[in-house]
């Protein structure tokens, strides 16, 4: 009877299986009990277990099998002045680490990031990916993070090392220089020198992050629909082809209120042609005078230059030069404004083309 006693409170087994999928330490419960001498002490593949000894961190032991005598706790053995071996119980914390990688951990930047893009200036951008996380040393982390918690998770740790993350990405895309719109193409170089800023950092925990990975940078919603404008004026080349476009996309969709619109605009434009034909009255207008016998036909006048403005995505015009003028005295022109005449290699800003001359006037003096 007093031997079962004894035996009972003894451990002489020590081991722990994990059945869960974010448990990073787990404290190896002892409930009273003293470890008996010559225990069993069970480390699997993917874990470590850590001796803390009065509050003072003594052996961490790698996946094995171990009898815990004095010749394999050699700083236990230190701790407690065992000089010639002991054989007596005794009592220590014992914390499991799970040194197996911790994967899908998720990062985002909560707010935007001002960065100076070459090509358009300051942006705000948004980007967010997922990470993988795994416990290097085991003592470091134990007393820089853990402390005495009995059972501690990922999700404990996970929101400081999103916020490393978002500090080191901030600073990495500013140093970083790369357009915008070439970051996309750029995710996996951007990613290591994150991951190369990052793990010196996470080093202090006791962590490394062997995965990193950038899924997606984003700018904000307005800019994104400005630059889907920028695109489809860039795609359509040339007013014939825009106008093609907008046709086309009108007459797939008739009931649509641009397929309305656009149908309207062909069917005023082919009146236009039909009165230009037949004359006010009816009947074609009278054909010129002949020039005297013997005497050259004066020379054509010139043809003059008509412009077409893109606004919203739809155009306007023909405008000649003085009613540009007008517009552009009024403010409703700009030089940023995208103008396009015959002749003319696609569309182009008004301060890029003969059209740059109508924001150059000087102001007329004030009346005395």
């Known amino acids: 009877m007093v031997f079962d006693f004894l035996k009972g409170e003894f451990i002489d087994v020590i081991s722990w299986l ?68 002991f054989s007596s119980p005794f009592k220590s914390e014992i914390y499991f680490v799970n040194t197996t990688r911790f994967n899908d951990q998720k990062w985002g930047t909560k707010n935007p990031i001002m960065c100076r893009d070459p090509e358009f200036g300051p942006v705000r951008i948004r980007a967010y990916g997922t990470y993988s ?34 500090q080191e990405f901030s600073q990495t895309i500013a140093r970083s220089g790369i357009p915008v ?19 010196p950092l996470v080093a202090e925990y006791g962590l490394i992050l062997p995965e990193f990975y950038i899924e997606n940078i984003s700018l904000p919603e307005e800019v994104e629909k400005v630059l889907d404008k920028r695109t489809g004026v860039g795609i359509a080349g040339d007013l014939n082809k825009y106008m093609q476009f907008n046709a086309a996309e009108g007459m797939a969709n008739p009931a649509s209120g641009a ?12 009146g236009a042609a039909m009165a230009q034909q037949v004359g006010p009255w009816g009947a074609p207008p009278a054909a010129p005078a002949a020039p005297p016998v013997g005497m050259a036909p004066p020379p054509p006048p010139p043809a003059a230059t008509v412009w ?28 940023a404004s995208m103008v396009w005449t015959a002749g003319q290699d696609g569309w182009k800003m008004a301060a890029d083309t003969a059209l740059a001359r109508l924001f150059d006037t000087p102001p007329p003096p004030p009346v005395a």
């Open 18 to 85: 994990d059945d869960t999928r974010d448990t990073m330490v787990w404290r190896f419960e002892r409930r009273g009990q003293a470890i008996k001498y010559g225990a069993k002490l069970t480390v699997r593949e993917g874990q470590a277990a850590v001796f803390v000894h009065e509050g003072q961190l003594a052996d961490v032991f790698g996946p094995g099998l171990y009898m815990l005598e004095t010749n394999n706790m050699p700083i236990m053995t230190t701790l407690q002045h065992w000089d010639h071996g």
């Open 133 to 166: 996380m795994r416990v290097s040393d085991p003592a470091i982390f134990l007393r820089e993070i853990v402390g005495t918690d009995g059972e501690f998770t990922s999700d404990e740790i996970s929101y400081q090392i999103r916020n490393i993350i978002v």
């Open 181 to 199: 719109l070439d970051m996309a193409a750029n995710t996996r170089d951007l990613g290591k020198i994150v991951t190369t800023a990052i793990n």
């Open 259 to 270: 397929g309305a619109m656009i149908g309207a605009g062909m069917a005023a434009g082919m």
């Open 308 to 335: 077409h403005l893109a606004e919203g995505g739809t155009t306007k015009g023909p405008f000649d030069e003085a009613a540009l003028g007008q517009m552009a005295a009024a403010g409703q022109l700009s030089p």
